[in-house]
């Protein structure tokens, strides 16, 4: 691969973030992309392995600030294609012109290799030497659906999982039992190759050999294939805060698929349902709540009761005049908060009007028109 090629790359493309990503969101779409497409998880599926050594790629650039930071101003000079751009606008001699020779000059005198050098490692050996380290557990997500009350005040649920783990087999080995892998003579069981692109750089991805995993199995375990990996079902008390909502993400931490080698396990992210209740709904860390009232009740005012999602009551005060959809604020009834507090309870009226009149109440209402006189309540309308 000549260098132009190389800069030409979109990383921030490759792992599907912005430019302005944060380094959470660079792991995060690391994680995601790198389960999917792992040459264990798509048996002789080159393009999974390509996608994969892409991926790689991109996140060890754009996972180390200095290279990332480098990356960007390499790309930013060169505009992401062949062209130099020089402070005047113009366009100098091409990529291959500037890279024609490993050992080529730059504008200002110094080995244009010192311009990139410590981009991506800069050394020429073949195969790195680290010993294989941990590896983190995959992160699993499940759902939960609980009671309008529950989400309110907060619930222990137990859920039943589904993740990847060590084959009970072989013990996460790979290898048939009775036999035990070796460590991959081409990367000397890192995992990882290096090679250099054009004479310049040095690109670090995952071993040819092994596929990443440092480790050569010769007889593979019957149950797992030779991934090493099995799939696990086990139940588990979850801890749902108060406060949560319909539809939010909340993370269990390690409590996700078991790590490799030492490696810590993965998270859990579990997706709340919420069930409506039939008589309060919700507004942020309010609740809320519709009654009826009188017309008398509204014309005269006074003290009703009022139920809470406690189960207790509260009596409310409506003063004379109310006006149909008031709102009243109970405060400290509402939905709880991480602080320890509560929100409150908007209590909102609703005037019934009587459907059939007898007599004394028909003349009593008469009796009451006639005593406001004919002021019409819509001459505003009419100027």
């Known amino acids: 691969m000549s260098t132009k090629d190389w800069l030409e790359k979109d990383f921030y493309k490759v792992l599907g973030v912005s430019k302005d990503a944060k380094p959470d969101e660079i792991k995060k779409a690391f994680r995601k992309l790198a389960r999917a497409n792992h040459p264990d998880q798509n048996q002789n599926d080159p393009k999974a392995e390509q996608r994969f050594k892409d991926i790689s790629e991109a996140h060890s650039v754009l996972s180390d600030p200095k290279k990332r930071k480098e990356y960007d101003e390499t790309r930013s000079m060169f505009g992401g294609a062949g062209g130099f751009r020089f402070p005047g606008g113009g366009q100098g001699p091409s990529m291959e012109d500037l890279f024609r020779n490993a050992g080529g000059q730059n504008a200002a005198g110094g080995n244009i290799s010192d311009l990139f050098g410590n981009l991506f490692g800069g050394t020429s050996t073949r195969r790195t030497t680290t010993s294989r380290g941990p590896r983190r557990g995959q992160d699993i997500e499940g759902e939960a659906t609980i009671e309008f009350t529950d989400a309110v005040v907060g619930v222990t649920v137990t859920m039943q999982t589904v993740s990847d783990e060590a084959c009970g087999a072989c013990s996460g080995t790979g290898a048939k039992s009775g036999t035990l892998p070796k460590v991959c003579p081409t990367c000397q069981g890192s995992g990882m190759e290096t090679s250099t692109a054009g004479g310049v750089f040095a690109v670090s991805e995952p071993c040819h050999e092994c596929r990443g995993r440092g480790l050569i199995v010769e007889e593979s375990c019957p149950v797992c294939g030779g991934s090493g990996r099995g799939r696990s079902t086990r139940s588990m008390q979850v801890r749902i805060p108060a406060g949560v909502t319909d539809g939010q993400r909340i993370r269990i931490k390690g409590k996700g698929g078991a790590g490799e080698n ?85 209590v909102t009226v609703e005037v019934q009007v009587p459907h059939q009149l007898n007599d004394t109440a028909k003349e009593a209402l008469e009796s009451f028109a006639a005593a406001l006189g004919d002021a019409d309540p819509r001459a505003s309308l009419y100027g």
């Open 262 to 346: 030492g490696g810590a396990p993965g998270d859990l992210y579990v997706v709340v349902h919420v069930r409506p209740h039939k008589l309060f709904g919700r507004k942020g860390d309010s609740l809320t709540l519709t009654i009826p009232v009188t017309f008398t009740e509204a014309a005269l005012g006074a003290d009703i009761s009022v139920p809470t999602l406690s189960g207790q009551r509260v009596t409310l005060k409506v003063g004379p005049g109310t006006p149909n959809g008031r709102t009243f604020r109970v405060r400290g009834k509402g939905v709880h908060k991480s602080d320890g507090t509560s929100g409150d309870l908007l």
